[in-house]
């Protein structure tokens, strides 16, 4: 693989897209670009109407079960009918968990018993299908070699979740093995689930790994989700479908029994309608696992609500810089965006510090692909040796063999070449492995994010997060021309993307990143630009985008 096309898979970063046709749901006269300050904010930034659950905050559900007014029952019949009526062309969600409604009923019994036990008690929450859970739901990354093989344990995400009284409603459709596969591969296609789509123009791409988590939440199947990302997977397919994406530090947040490509770069996190829902979330999930080495200094440095005490005006006096010459330009619809964003952000009392430069992003080349690839092999084999009874494959070999062995509906459309390239990668003691990650974290945290940010006394950095999505096309695979997720995700460093405008009726996203440790801030930052820009709105499910 040449370095143009790693970096591209890299912005590109294992997400996922969709294929095909709907309804005409919205006008065909809207401007080609929808941006925050004008027309738009005159919206108001919580719909009332909708039903029991569309578009409905959790901060809403959570009051509407404390008045009386409906339970989570009600709440997880109300996303299931959503399910029935949308997801047939959306491709979504893989499974519903059959368990859904007694939990529900358990958390409406425990409500009116001893009151909720925070924020997400009893509200409906959807996983990517590659978060494990040890129940009645498959976990599988997409692939039908995985079906069946159930985790001896709930994963780290998914046990917090329960501690919090969520009701795991199911889950969602991928980028198989997290886009992780092949070079030539269609955001959001799956053995096991086909063609994810977005909702905001369904033949286009909702981008991301994470693409079914992103497309169930822009749809109301569920009040918020979880995705992963090792780059791009989170922060992607949120802006491509008008969403809030936060790709945490990496070791605030457990990915035990996660299906892994990359112990330096992966981690999960909540993908949600506004920022103060993610957030919520956030605070959920995170936290120090004894099965996640990378999680030992969580206790210390996580946030315990990063919710509390979110402030409209907290732009006022932040420093922020813009790395112009490198994340921006691919996209001029992303850019004109982008530039309205920046001019809110200083109307808001920001110091906009533009442009600047992380300085060794260009020289990390190759060396993040090399590390992913040795990765992926020594994660994948450990995944799969922990399988329980039911497991088809037992390392990275089996699962190339079985595609092999399932052409037909393993790879109709693309092949296999990134798993045939990790399996011939050595052990993690390796020289050119532990050169390579060396390099790759040198050059994105000390001589990259934090020394541009110590040489402008920064609090963050932003920039487009990728352009409008792209149309599907299964016969030569993603056409993404470009986005700003490596730095962070290179680094292990937090970023966090949010709605900023719209191309053609098709979502663009700003994404604020920093220093590791910064998810406090950045969520500060990303809350007050949010409120300023109000500039989310509901999906309309058209056929294709308003041209």
């Not at 029994?257 to 979330?281: H, K």
């Not at 696992?289 to 402030?311: C, E, F, H, M, Q």
Request: some cysteine; charged content about 20%.
């Amino acid at each position: 693989m040449s370095n143009d096309e790693s970096q591209s898979m890299s912005r590109r970063s294992f997400v996922a897209t969709s294929l095909a046709a709907g309804a005409l749901i919205g006008s065909g006269c809207m401007p080609e670009l929808a941006l925050p300050g004008q027309s738009d904010t005159a919206r108001p930034r919580e719909r009332a109407d909708g039903g029991p659950v569309e578009e409905k905050t959790v901060g809403q559900l959570q009051d509407a079960m404390q008045s009386g007014a409906t339970t989570s029952r009600q709440l997880v019949e109300g996303y299931r009918a959503r399910i029935a009526e949308r997801d047939r062309d959306l491709h979504a969600v893989l499974e519903l968990n059959p368990d859904a409604l007694a939990i529900a009923d358990a958390m409406d019994a425990e409500r009116k018993k001893s009151g909720p036990r925070g924020p997400l008690h009893g509200i409906p929450i959807l996983l990517k299908d590659n978060v494990g859970t040890a129940d009645k739901m498959e976990t599988t990354a997409g692939s039908l070699a995985l079906v069946g093989a159930r985790p001896p344990r709930d994963a780290f995400v998914a046990a917090q979740l329960r501690a919090a009284g969520a009701v795991i409603l199911g889950k969602t459709n991928l980028s198989e093995w997290a886009n992780f596969r092949s070079t030539h591969a269609s955001s959001g296609w799956s053995g096991r689930g086909g063609q994810c789509r977005n909702p905001y123009a369904m033949d286009r791409t909702p981008s991301g790994s994470s693409s079914g988590s992103a497309a169930a939440v822009a749809a109301s199947f569920c009040a918020a989700a979880i995705g992963s990302e090792t780059n791009g997977s989170i922060v992607s397919p949120s802006a491509t479908c008008s969403l809030v994406g936060i790709k945490p530090t990496v070791g605030l947040v457990s990915r035990s029994t996660i299906i892994p490509i990359s112990r330096s770069q992966d981690t999960a996190g909540p993908i949600a309608r506004t920022v103060t829902d993610a957030a919520i979330l956030l605070s959920a999930i995170a936290g120090a696992d004894p099965r996640d080495s990378a999680t030992t200094v969580a206790r210390a440095k996580r946030v315990a609500n990063y919710a509390a005490g979110l402030d409209a005006g907290a732009l006022r006096g932040m420093r922020i810089g813009v790395p112009r010459e490198q994340y921006f330009g691919y996209s001029p619809s992303a850019d004109s965006v982008a530039q309205h964003a920046l001019d809110l952000m200083r109307a808001q009392g920001a110091v906009i510090v533009d442009p600047v430069e992380i300085g060794k992003m260009g020289a990390v080349g190759d060396a993040e692909f090399e590390v992913l690839l040795y990765e992926f092999k020594a994660g994948l084999n450990e995944y799969l040796a922990d399988l329980g009874v039911g497991a088809k494959v037992r390392t990275l070999a089996d699962v190339i063999a079985f595609n092999a062995a399932h052409k037909s509906e393993e790879m109709p459309y693309f092949g296999q070449e990134i798993l045939e390239r990790a399996q011939k990668r050595g052990p993690l003691t390796d020289a050119k492995y532990r050169k390579a990650l060396a390099k790759t974290r040198l050059d994105t945290r000390a001589k990259g994010i934090d020394a541009v940010m110590t040489a402008h006394r920064l609090d963050a950095l932003v920039a487009p997060t990728n352009g409008p999505a792209w149309l599907i096309d299964l016969v030569n695979g993603d056409a993404d021309s470009g986005g700003s997720s490596s730095p962070a995700a290179e680094a292990g460093y937090p970023s966090i993307t949010v709605p900023a405008g719209y191309a053609f009726g098709l979502p663009v996203g700003i994404s604020f990143f920093g220093r590791a440790w910064s998810e406090a801030k950045l969520i500060r930052i990303a809350y007050a630009f949010e409120q300023a820009a109000n500039a989310r709105r509901a999906p309309s499910y058209a056929h294709t985008a308003a041209l």
